[in-house]
């Protein structure tokens, strides 16, 4: 499964945010029977939030925004061809190293785990949208057969793409799409 790793925890930031959601709960069953303790757990709960980020450090050394944009602009229009870090790390004007560790801060994985991501997610919508086959869509994608995006889908999602296809399609069979003689996709 495909997992965003968070930053460093420690044990006070954990108890912090279970006594948050506690105080939240409370809040929500509270507003219809008694809205002032209602207000009172909303009011600890944002206290202990703005205590909890002052003492946060800064992210520095990640990318900048306009950074963020043109790596995340060059990735989704080059989702169908091979994606080298070396290449975007140019692009963005830095060393291939320093490039990585900053993407890392900034997306919170590595550039790799990130661009099978986007792809997956391309290839979901694509099996959403069209009839077309899997295999075409994992060549769609950047990948380089079907066994590769059965491979990688099954990492990211937990099932093969013919079942979650399948599985939607249940799910939603007013979107199914049907392929015509000319063979455009054409909503059922």
Request: hydrophobic fraction near 45%; proline fraction near 6%.
């Amino acid at each position: 499964m495909l997992t965003v790793v968070p930053g460093p925890a420690t044990a006070v930031h954990t108890r912090r945010r279970d006594e948050i959601t506690a105080l939240l709960r409370s809040a929500l069953a509270l507003l219809d029977n008694d809205s002032g303790a209602a207000a009172v757990c909303l009011q600890r709960a944002a206290d202990m939030l703005r205590d909890l980020t002052a003492d946060v450090p800064p992210v520095t050394g990640g990318l900048v925004p306009w950074q963020v944009r043109r790596v995340q602009g060059y990735i989704h229009e080059h989702l169908a061809a091979p994606i080298r870090i070396r290449d975007v790390a140019v692009l963005v004007r830095l060393s291939s190293s320093y490039f990585s560790r900053a993407f890392r801060i900034t997306f919170g994985v590595p550039f790799t785990q990130y661009v099978i991501h986007q792809r997956m997610e391309q290839a979901k919508q694509l099996m959403t949208t069209t009839a077309e086959p899997l295999s075409h869509i994992a060549l769609t994608c950047g990948l380089a057969d079907q066994a590769h995006l059965t491979r990688l889908f099954r990492q990211t999602m937990g099932v093969t793409p013919a079942a979650w296809r399948r599985c939607v399609r249940q799910e939603r069979p007013d979107q199914r799409i049907d392929v015509t003689a000319t063979g455009e996709p054409q909503a059922a």
